[in-house]
């Protein structure tokens, strides 16, 4: 077998991507320094104004980078037109390996443009350039980490002999019948696939970091909402505890929670045991506040929260042989493996005390509204006016925090791989990856790169989708 | 203004206290405690022996003891062996018993003994914290400037192309970690095998195999740009976004603000109101997010320091925390601890001072 070229058939193309780049960077150098120094003209106002050297720069600018996108998605798009490997090249094959993620994000957007009007703030961030492209990127991962096992070229842990350290497109030496015959992105420096690893990784972060964004929101806003409605006692210890949080060095605190001598004692578990508690406490004062003059409806409502939520808490905190082991086996519906677990806990308690002081911080302000007094005319009770009137109306800026927050968490997931804290060494998450491959980076740089650039490219789509969306709240 | 800062600074030490014990007890936990004994005696203790050796060494007394002892407010052990030779925290080896000090411990000015590095905690965590500010100088001097100019550049003009295409650019510094960005330098610029490299060293550009070094480790004595510039633009880039957006949003607030309207009326030049009127007031609010940002270097230095080797004060604590050298956390977590509750106190003072419309009372 050949080794793969990186752009197969559609290496006449090469030479086009190489002026179209050239030519944007200079007209970029081009616009900003014309930026200093000159005006804009009036390029479409009523008054006509002769276009100036700036304008000009600008134009160009816009026209060379829509050249480089043309030429770049002409790669992707040939990639699935093209009959073999050879003739796809790396570049073109990816783009076929990620063809279940491309047909889902086809379908997404174009429900959502047909369905924009009915979709509220989803359906308004289609309207703005930025917004759609954050949403794009992270709906890329999204479905990759979704579609990853149809995705792989090869299993993410299995060790091909004689692939060791590869370049990226070389051939397996001796490949099994019906396997995939040639690693993508080269081999790693134990000869595992790096392609494949970066794909499994995405799931990796998506199963740990929105989930636990998600708890730390909730222990956030049950505490947060409280503390800044009353003040008083309540929120100076809790507002001391979470700057006590916040001024530990996050490193520090992964390495004193995270090591194997404290799990030991057992403390992330009695720590999850804590934490897993408020979204329970959370969803019950929630809908209590709100039925409790509906007897009936209320008693179903909290059994079904309780009893429900319950068995899901008792069996996540619940490990056999750990230090929490104490409900009967038929009750714990599933095991969370224990090293997951710590990171999740980790990754929320470094994380709910900033949540807290933006949740409390907004409530401070709401509070004094005028529909919050109205609902105390009415005679509601402080939590439902909390909960049902005050939160509610927090939830723009909650959902513009959630969304930087899932990018932190990811990044924070990835420092944790980078000091091989909290998951297993072979695990293929991104910051594993990159801390394997940092060891030999100046001579093979290859085994690093693609985690290092999906990592990024998930984090800038939610913090682009973040800023999509407040401005698009802001525009209401 | 003064029991503004008194309290400020009450608070702080209460924070400080908290922290430290928070620490204290974490690393003094049992298994720790028996790793320590099993790494200093020998690895086939048996569950009395390590007993006996935590006893011997002052490790089995109630933590609040410890604590005091460690922080030099309780007298420090003594245990006096089958032999006779007394030894003790505050007796150095060798030393008479009868010479030496009752309490030593933080307050002291003892830090305690490293087991990693065989040496006093103080001494190491000066020298490396030389190190680190070192690296620290040098980003502060590459990160405030440009993220300043950045920041006004985008937001004196708001919603210009200028303004968009900076705002895209420090979205996308806040979004690559270091150890993302770290790697992309190394592989680009300090990698044999990158096409950079291969291209300048076929055409004689460079002596060396590559432009830039990848580890930091020549740069503790003699730093060039060769072997530094890559370290401090890791860190000083993730910074760099957040203060850039701070400055922008700040400036563009103050750039639809009456006065600078009024500027524009009597016909003053665009250049002279950025520089006269709009950027003193424009600049206050970023002095804030400066200060905050010290936690976040903290984190960015363990971490740069690791990638590029460098021996400062975040490769100790790395090393410190993974070897399980208790004295050496708990000092490297003081410092760390000391370094971030001192910068809010500076910019919460700072800020009263900076901003005359905020009163203290």
Partial sequence: MEALTWTGNLAVLNPILGFAFIALLACTAATIIAGFFVTTGGAGNVATVARTPADVAAVALNWSLLAVVAVLAAYLVGGLLMPTPQARGIVGQISYQFMPVWIALAITFALSHLFRARLGLWGKLMGSTIGSIGAAIVLFWVFTAFFADMIVTHDPLAQLSGMKNKVPGTPLPAPEEGMFEWYLLGGDNLARDVFSRMVAGSWEVMQIAPIATLFAFMVGITLGVPAGFYGGMFDTILSFIANLILAFPVILLFYLLVTPEIVDTGLPSYLAAVLFVFPIIFLVVLFNSKFHTQPTQNSVILSVILIGGGVLYLSLINEEGGVLDFIPRWMDLFDVPGNILIVFVSVVFVNSPTVFRIVRGIVLDIKTRDYVAAAYTRGEGPWYTMLWEILPNARGPLIVDFCLRIGYTTILLGTLGFFGLGLEPESPDWGSTINDGRKLLSVYPHPALPPAFALMSLVLGLNLLADGLREESLKD | ?361
């Fill in chain 2, 1 to 361: 203004m003064a029991i503004f800062i008194l309290r400020r600074l009450g608070m702080m030490i209460l924070t400080a206290l908290c922290l430290t014990f928070i620490v204290f007890w974490l690393t003094n936990l049992y298994p720790n405690l028996e790793k320590l004994a099993k790494s200093e005696g020998n690895f086939r203790m048996s569950e009395e022996q390590v007993q006996s050796w935590l006893d011997k060494n002052g490790h089995g007394d109630p933590l609040l003891v410890k604590y005091g002892r460690w922080l030099g407010v309780a007298p420090g052990w003594v245990y006096e062996d089958e032999d006779g030779t007394v030894r003790g925290r505050c007796i150095a080896p060798g030393a008479a018993p009868e010479d030496s000090a009752t309490y030593c411990g933080i307050l002291q000015g003892y830090w305690g003994f490293s087991t990693v590095f065989k040496e006093n905690v103080g001494t190491i965590i000066a020298e490396r914290l030389s190190l680190t500010g070192k690296l620290m100088f040098w980003v502060m001097v590459l990160m405030v400037p440009s993220a300043l100019l950045l920041g006004v550049l985008a937001g004196m003009r708001e919603g210009s192309r200028l303004d968009r295409s900076l705002s895209t650019f420090s979205i996308a510094s806040t979004a690559t970690p270091e150890y993302v960005s770290g790697v992309i330098f190394i592989a680009v610029f300090a990698a044999s095998a990158s096409p950079l490299n291969q291209w300048l060293k076929e055409n004689g550009l460079i002596e060396g195999r590559t432009l830039f070094k990848g580890t930091a480790t020549s740069a503790m004595e003699n730093a060039t740009l060769e072997n530094f510039l890559l370290p401090v633009l890791t860190i000083a880039l993730y910074g760099m976004g957040y203060i850039a957006r701070m400055t922008r949003a700040s400036m563009a607030e103050v750039m639809t603000s009456q006065y600078i309207r009024t500027a524009r009326l009597k016909g003053q030049s665009f250049g002279n109101i950025v520089v006269k009127h709009a950027l003193r007031n424009a600049l206050i609010a970023p002095f804030t997010v400066i200060m905050l940002q010290f936690p976040w270097l903290l984190n960015g230095v363990v971490i740069v320091e690791t990638l590029f080797n460098y021996k400062g004060f975040g490769w100790t604590l790395v090393q410190a925390a993974g070897n399980n050298d208790i004295e050496l956390l708990l000092g490297c977590s003081v410092v760390a601890v000391v370094v971030v509750l001192v910068t809010q106190l500076i910019s919460d003072v700072g800020y009263v001072f900076l901003n005359p419309r905020i009163r203290v009372t």
